[in-house]
Structure formats: structure tokens, C-alpha cells
């Protein structure tokens, strides 16, 4: 399938992508102004963001059923509704305790109504089942261009004006995602079409097959370990290389590169999980992460290293997703992906949420982030392991569906 031949509902799900997630993943820049403002140390602000990236996970698998059931087009237009109303009373607060509810609550809601799991889970119906990882990975690519295009904007209204303004921009922004709802829509006839086995499957059968199968648990455990270096990194790159006494523009420009090199990784896995066996594709994604981030912290830090770190991170950042997700439909089928994928993104975001606060609990205590870099580093390569063992074969329904 060629990519100038997707649907309009993808496009429209990759332009929510490309706001939703690049405001998400620009706020490590947000974090020494905002502590600055507030006279807090980095421990706060860096729970906030885990509490986001909990309760971003902790709605998602209700999220991703009401989406399943109700359609992702009303849950898109809650989401972003929510997570301009974040943004706004962030900008407006004189409370440092007010970001608990603002920036972890609100925002946490509103990510998970116009992220991943709902867009993904509406390109499932529309997209034939062999080009599911491709379509998958083009969409995650969506995420990634916005954090190249959103960073950077961040970081000149930042300099030119203060971080409460920056975010009332992004306020603003999220009335963008509510018009391109608009075009989220599922004919029942594709639906159909692409989930053939799976009609008669309840929501309760669903769940309950997927919760007592041991390959679902392994897909949970890997992705745990990539929300928790994703966001260790998104969160804390930024103050590790001010300590090393790099400026904020280049902390600024290597979340740019996480994001510019991920907008070609993201598809490059998500073809290779098409054409290779998916297991194999993932466990090599994480040997990649386990050099990468080795070699970073090993050698010393300077502009062009961080620099370089940014691109080569960025290019397996977010890859997991395309792989991941194409897993569950593999394995599981279409029709309840949004909530099996969701609860999938919730193991995620609890990494996220460790990665995020036990960085600035570490760094607290120790006033360094070394434990953390080399915990990621042992966690990468765990991860590469668990997923030999996944048996990716779809289910004996759905084998016995395709051959009927």
C-alpha cells in the first residue's frame, strides 16, 4: 500500500499525532523554568510528569474501550478539550501544588484520548492486515515529526517570551485537533472487512483471553522498559546536559533530532516488522538502544556528541510502537485493539512514570543522573530478551477464520 494512497482518517490521525505528542514530549525543556518560577527543585516537576504519563497510561485502557465502543471521533474532540484546558491553567497558576491537576490530571487525560492507542486502533479498521506495521509505523512517525517541529518553537518562545505563554500557545493548538476529528470516521463495511473472525468476540472474551496469555504479559514487560528510557530521556536530557554545561539550545536541538531521526525510524520498523519476523525486528531495536545510550554515557559529552546521541536514540525512539501494536493485532486480531493495545500502553506509561520521577529522585539524592543512564542501559538488553520467546502466531480462531 502505497502511503499517498491511506485513507483520509490516517492522514487526519497524523495530524492529532503531530500536536498531541509534540507538546507532550517538549515539556523536558519546561522543567528548569518552571522550577525556576515555582522555587521547587526538580523532584516536583518531575513527579508532575510522571503522574501525567501514570494517569496517561491509567486511562488508556478505558479510553480505549469506550473508543471501541462509542467511536474514536467523540473521544478525540474530550481529549483535546481537556488538554488545552491543562495547558491554560498551568499557564495561569500561582500554585506549584495546581500542576498535580493541571499538567498531571488533565494533560494525562487528554493524552490519552488523542495519542497512539485510539489512533491506531481506528487505523486497524481501515487498513488491511499486511500492512498493518507499515501503516503503523508512518502514523507513530506522525509523534515524531511533531516533536521536530514543536521543540524548537518552544524553545524560541521561550527565549523571546516566558514559558506561560509558550503554553497558552499550545492551548490554542489543541482546537486544531478537535477539527480534524472531523474526519475520524469507520465505515461499518471496513470494519467488517478487516476483522473478519472477530464479530462475535465480546469485550469480556477479549480481555480475558488476552490477561491468561503468557506472549501478552512478554509484550507488557518490553514495553515497560521503553516508557521507562523514553521518558527517563524526554524528561531529563535537557537538565543532564545543562550539568554538563551545554546550553538549552543544544538540549533543545537533540530532543529536535530524537524527533527528526524518529520520523524515519518509526517507518523503517514498522517495515521491517512488516517483511521480517516481528520478535526478532523488536529485540534488535533494543540491542540498538543498549549501544546507544552505553556508548553516550561512556564517552564524554560535549555538542556534537549530544547531538549525534539525539539521531541515533531518535531513530529507534519510538519503533516500538509500529512493532508492539502490530504484535497485539497479529496475535489478537483488530476488532478490541484500542483496548488490548491499551492496556498494553498503560504497562508503558508506569515505566514512564518511574522513568520520569525516579530520574529526579536520583538526582536529588546523589546529584547525579550516572545510576539512572546505566539502569536504562541493563534495561534495554533485558528487553531484547524477553521478546524471543513471544510466539507470534495469531490465535487458533483466527487461523481457523483466514482458512475458512
Not at 495519542?115 to 486502533?121: R, T
Not at 546536559?241 to 531521526?261: E, K, N, W
Not at 504497562?347 to 536520583?362: N, R
Amino acid at each position: 500500500m502505497s502511503i499517498f494512497r491511506l485513507p483520509l482518517l490516517v492522514w487526519a490521525g497524523i495530524a492529532i499525532l503531530i500536536i498531541s505528542l509534540g507538546i507532550r514530549q517538549s515539556f523536558g525543556i519546561f522543567m528548569m523554568p518552571i522550577s525556576t518560577s515555582f522555587g521547587t527543585g526538580r523532584e516536583f516537576f518531575s513527579f508532575a510528569i510522571a503522574l501525567q504519563n501514570l494517569l496517561f497510561g491509567l486511562f488508556q485502557p478505558f479510553i480505549g474501550m469506550a473508543s471501541d465502543r462509542f467511536g474514536a471521533k467523540r473521544i478525540i474532540i474530550l481529549g483535546a478539550i481537556a488538554y488545552g484546558l491543562g495547558l491554560f491553567l498551568t499557564s495561569i497558576t500561582s500554585h506549584a501544588e495546581m500542576l498535580y491537576l493541571s499538567v498531571g490530571v488533565l494533560i494525562g487525560l487528554g493524552l490519552s484520548a488523542t495519542s497512539y492507542v485510539i489512533i491506531l486502533g481506528a487505523v486497524a479498521k481501515v487498513v488491511p492486515a499486511e500492512h498493518t506495521a507499515k501503516a503503523f509505523g508512518l502514523t507513530t512517525a506522525a509523534g515524531s515529526f511533531g516533536m521536530f517541529a514543536v521543540i524548537p518553537g518552544a524553545q524560541s518562545l521561550l527565549a523571546n517570551y516566558d514559558w506561560q505563554t509558550a503554553l497558552q500557545v499550545f492551548a490554542v493548538l489543541c482546537s486544531i485537533m478537535v477539527a480534524c476529528s472531523a474526519f475520524i470516521k469507520i465505515n461499518k463495511t471496513d470494519t467488517n472487512s478487516n476483522n473478519p473472525s472477530t464479530d462475535e468476540q465480546t469485550l469480556k472474551q477479549a480481555l480475558t483471553e488476552a490477561l491468561n496469555n503468557r506472549n501478552y504479559w512478554l509484550i507488557n514487560a518490553g514495553f515497560f522498559v521503553c516508557g521507562f528510557q523514553v521518558m527517563f530521556i524526554a524528561t531529563h536530557l535537557p537538565s543532564y546536559l545543562a550539568d554538563q554545561h551545554l546550553s538549552a539550545q543544544t538540549a533543545a536541538m537533540a530532543l529536535a533530532y530524537v524527533g527528526i531521526f524518529n520520523i524515519f525510524g518509526s517507518y523503517f520498523w514498522g517495515v521491517m516488522g512488516d517483511r521480517f519476523d516481528k520478535r526478532y525486528v523488536m529485540s534488535s531495536l533494543y540491542l540498538m538502544r543498549t549501544v546507544i545510550i552505553a556508548l553516550f554515557v561512556s564517552l564524554p559529552i560535549t555538542e556534537h556528541s549530544a547531538a549525534i546521541f539525539g539521531g541515533a536514540i531518535g531513530f529507534c525512539w519510538l519503533g516500538t510502537v509500529p512493532l508492539t501494536s502490530g504484535l497485539v493485532r497479529q496475535i489478537f486480531g483488530a476488532k478490541y485493539l484500542s483496548t488490548l493495545y491499551g492496556l498494553v500502553f498503560f504497562c508503558h506509561q508506569i515505566g514512564s512514570f518511574l522513568g520520569a520521577w525516579v530520574g529526579g529522585k536520583i538526582y536529588d539524592i546523589s546529584g547525579s543522573y550516572t545510576p539512572i543512564w546505566w539502569t536504562t542501559v541493563a534495561m534495554a538488553l533485558i528487553a531484547a530478551l524477553l521478546h524471543l520467546p513471544i510466539n507470534d502466531k495469531p490465535l487458533p480462531r483466527l487461523q481457523a477464520a483466514a482458512s475458512a
